[in-house]
C-alpha cells in the first residue's frame, strides 16, 4: 500500500491579510457561532477537563546554565491545542513565546504561530501567522458581549490602556454598534496614546471626539462601553487597575481582557458578573494556586476565588454562551452593569483561522508546501 502525498499551505502575516483576517464583523460572527458550538460541547481544548487555556512553560528566576533563558515580565512560552467541530470542524494549535524585552528588538511582545491539522490524521493543513488572527478574535470575543449587553445606542466608549487589545475591542465595538461618536483614553504614554487615535481615524474618520484623560476614573465615567486592557504585573492585585462602582454609567459593560479590580461588595451584591466560559475559569481554579486572581488577573478568576471562599455563589456569575443559547436572561434587571471578562481560548483561535483558510484556499492564497511524498519511516 503506498502512503499518500501531504501537502499544507503556509501563510505569512500578507498573505493572512488578503484572506480576510481583518474582517472584524465576519470574526464577530465565527466567535457567535463559536460560543453555540461549546455550549453544546462541540468542542475539546487541552488538560483532562479539557477546558484548559493551554500548556505554559516559564523560566527560572536564576540558572546554572548560561544558555537558559531567566525569568522577565511576560517571558514564557505557550501551547494551546483545540478541536472545534460544527461548521468548522477542525483541530489546530496555536504557539507562542512571549517577552516584553522583544520591544527593545523592534519585536511585539509575543510572536504568534497557528497550525490548523487534519483531525483523523493530524496531518497539517495550514500553518499560518497568527499575531493579527489572535488579536482579532481577542478583539471580537467582548464585541459579542458589546453586541449583547450594551445599549444600542451607546455613544461613548472608554479606553484604559490603548494598546491592540484594545484597538481590536475598538474595531468590534464599530462592527455592532454604529452610533459611537466619543473615545476617552487613559494610555501610561504619549506614543501609545497617538497611534490608538491614528489608527482609529485611519478606520473610522467620521469619529473626531477624541479625549486624552490622565484617571480610570475619567476613562470610565459616562461611558457606555469601557475597554480595560493593560499590561500589569500579577501577584499582587493590588497593582490591578481599579475601578469604583460610583464611575461607572448605569447599564455600561466594562470588557476584561486583562486585569481588572473591582470592589468585592460590587462583585457581590450588584454587578452582572459574565464570563465568556465559565469553564475556563473553573479549570484555572483547578490549576493554580489560590487565590488565582493572582496569577491570573482577569475578574471572573476572582470571581472563583469568592465562591470558593463562600461569599459568592456560583449562579452569581453568568456565562455568554447561555446567554446567547437563551438558557440564561439577557438582562437580570434594569441598568446593569455588566462586568464581562474575557480568558482567551484556542477555540477561537482555531474559529477564526479555519474561515481564513479556507478563504485563502479559494482565493489561491499562500503558499504550498510538501511535507513528504512518502514518509521515510512509514
Not at 460544527?86 to 524585552?101: E, I, L, P, R, V
Not at 497557528?114 to 490524521?121: I, P, Q, S
Not at 497568527?130 to 488579536?135: D, E, G, T, V
Not at 481590536?168 to 454604529?178: G, H, I, L, P
Request: glycine share 8%; aromatic share 10%; proline share 6%.
Amino acid at each position: 500500500m503506498g502512503y499518500p502525498n501531504i501537502d499544507f499551505i503556509y501563510l505569512n502575516e500578507e498573505d493572512m491579510i488578503k484572506a480576510g483576517v481583518m474582517d472584524m464583523k465576519g470574526c464577530v460572527e465565527a466567535m457567535e457561532e463559536m460560543f453555540k458550538l461549546l455550549k453544546t460541547g462541540d468542542f475539546r481544548m487541552g488538560g483532562a477537563n479539557a477546558n484548559s487555556h493551554g500548556v505554559m512553560m516559564t523560566f527560572p528566576e536564576s540558572s546554572p546554565f548560561p544558555n537558559m533563558p531567566t525569568d522577565g515580565p511576560d517571558r514564557r512560552f505557550m501551547a494551546m491545542p483545540a478541536y472545534l467541530g460544527g461548521k468548522f470542524d477542525m483541530a489546530g494549535m496555536k504557539w507562542y513565546g512571549s517577552n516584553t524585552q522583544n520591544r527593545s528588538k523592534g519585536l511585539p511582545r509575543s510572536i504568534l504561530m497557528l497550525t490548523l491539522n487534519d483531525k483523523d490524521t493530524g496531518a497539517p493543513l495550514a500553518y499560518m501567522s497568527a499575531n493579527i488572527l489572535s488579536a482579532f478574535r481577542t478583539g471580537a470575543v467582548p464585541g459579542v458581549g458589546i453586541k449583547y449587553f450594551s445599549r444600542e445606542d451607546s455613544k461613548v466608549v472608554g479606553i484604559i490602556g490603548p494598546g491592540v487589545m484594545s484597538k481590536t475591542a475598538f474595531d468590534a465595538a464599530m462592527a455592532v454598534r454604529n452610533n459611537i461618536e466619543t473615545v476617552k483614553i487613559k494610555g501610561r504614554s504619549k506614543k501609545s496614546i497617538d497611534k490608538f487615535i491614528a489608527y482609529v481615524k485611519e478606520k473610522y474618520p467620521h469619529i473626531t471626539d477624541f479625549r486624552i484623560v490622565e484617571t480610570e476614573e475619567e476613562a470610565v465615567r459616562e461611558a457606555d462601553i469601557v475597554s480595560i486592557a493593560t499590561s500589569s504585573p500579577t501577584g499582587d492585585p493590588s497593582f490591578y487597575p481599579y475601578i469604583n462602582e460610583a464611575w461607572i454609567k448605569p447599564g455600561a459593560v466594562l470588557c476584561c481582557p486583562a486585569s481588572a479590580r473591582f470592589d468585592d461588595d460590587f462583585i457581590i451584591n450588584r454587578a452582572r458578573n459574565v464570563a465568556d466560559n465559565i469553564q475556563l475559569y473553573e479549570a484555572w481554579e483547578e490549576e493554580m494556586d489560590f487565590p488565582a486572581y493572582n496569577s491570573v488577573p482577569i475578574p471572573a478568576v476572582h470571581c472563583m476565588d469568592l465562591i470558593k471562599e463562600g461569599k459568592l455563589r456560583p449562579d452569581q456569575i453568568d456565562d455568554l454562551g447561555e446567554v446567547i443559547m437563551g438558557k440564561v436572561p439577557l438582562h437580570r434587571k434594569e441598568n446593569e452593569i455588566v462586568i464581562y471578562s474575557v480568558g482567551g481560548m484556542p477555540i477561537e483561535d482555531v474559529a477564526w483561522g479555519t474561515i481564513v483558510y479556507r478563504n485563502a484556499l479559494e482565493k489561491g492564497i499562500g503558499t504550498k508546501l510538501n511535507l513528504w511524498k512518502e514518509p521515510y519511516l512509514a
